[in-house]
């Protein structure tokens, strides 16, 4: 194109902006006050980003959202127990992990990756296996002078930290403490909670003849009512190895998940799902040691000769006696 063409198509475009009309001064000022709202809601959109994106969770088919893995330097807060169980599940190391998440996942908050199906009862979308883990919450009965704790939420995932069972539980008693600040159960979730008698029932089904893995299991069970063989149990509050690390106490399920898996749990109100997959993963990350420890309290008796001969017999068919004829 021409220097001459360029100049003219420009004179062009000059008239035709002239021939439009100026807009009034009031449009003006709407227009202006619009683009500041769109700058400044940008800006609160780019705040809200920055100090902590929202995970959305599921309550009985409804969404509520909560924190999620945003920090306030745009980083990605530590993974989450579920996280963590991925990625040793795919054989990935922490250190890939830090990568594709940022410098923030380890060390800080935990938060699910996996939003918990709150009160979905029996899942239908997981299956348990051999390994299970258990976490209750309790609140309080009794009054100050004669306080008890009874059951008002329990919670069970599988060996790789996916939930199979979360159900709010209605106490028999009246509730003098509800604890919400640590138990993260309220009254208002006494409208979806189901009977005690239903959650025993389905979670006595949940554990036969499986290996029971949590904190302190003896006070979930005593809570539930219920009875486990003590060989098909693996309790993180009293493995050797980590009640070194109490100088030979009960250790806080908090500490182990600081100190062994890097990731902040209960910050605030507990959740029995997220302490439950804690469980599991301290159980998963140090199994040898487990069932070494295990072996020594539960060893397994070889079968001896006498044992082989009684076997033997049993298997042995025994020919039919011959049917007596009757006498005519």
Not at 16 to 22: A, H, I, S, W
Not at 125 to 149: L, P, Q, T, W
Request: charged fraction near 30%; charge should be positive.
């Amino acid at each position: 194109m021409e220097l001459k063409d360029l100049s003219a198509n420009w004179k062009k475009l000059q008239q035709t902006l002239k021939g439009k009309p100026d807009l009034p001064e009031s449009r003006k000022r709407k227009a202006e006050t619009h683009d500041l709202q769109g700058q400044k809601s940008t800006t609160k959109r780019q705040r809200f980003i920055r100090d902590g994106q929202t995970k959305e969770t599921v309550v009985n088919g409804k969404k509520s959202k909560k924190d999620n893995m945003i920090t306030t330097n745009g980083q990605v807060k530590n993974s989450s127990a579920s996280l963590a169980a991925w990625a040793e599940d795919n054989d990935i190391p922490a250190a890939d992990l830090t990568l594709a998440y940022g410098p923030g996942t380890r060390g800080t908050t935990a938060s699910v990756a996996t939003p918990e199906r709150i009160n979905e009862g029996l899942s239908t979308m997981a299956a348990g296996g051999k390994y299970i883990a258990i976490d209750c919450e309790m609140v309080g009965v009794g009054g100050e002078e004669n306080e008890r704790s009874v059951l008002a939420r329990a919670s069970i995932v599988n060996f790789h930290g996916e939930q199979i069972y979360d159900s709010f539980v209605k106490p028999k008693e009246y509730v003098t403490d509800w604890r919400t600040w640590v138990s993260g159960v309220a009254p208002k979730h006494m409208v979806i909670a189901r009977d005690f008698e239903t959650v025993q029932r389905d979670i006595a089904e949940l554990i036969r003849d499986r290996i029971l893995v949590g904190h302190a299991v003896h006070h979930d069970l005593d809570a539930l009512l219920l009875s486990h063989p003590k060989r098909n149990i693996r309790d993180t509050s009293r493995h050797p190895a980590f009640r070194l690390l109490s100088a030979g106490r009960t250790p806080a399920l908090k500490k182990l998940a600081k100190d062994i898996l890097g990731i902040d749990i209960q910050e605030s109100a507990h959740s029995s799902v997220e302490d439950a997959r804690v469980c599991m993963l301290l159980y998963r990350q140090n199994k040898e040691s487990f069932e070494a420890e295990h072996a020594k309290r539960w060893p397994v008796r070889p079968p001896t000769t006498n044992d082989k001969s009684d076997s033997a017999k049993k298997t042995k068919q025994k020919k039919p006696k011959p049917k007596k004829k009757k006498k005519k």
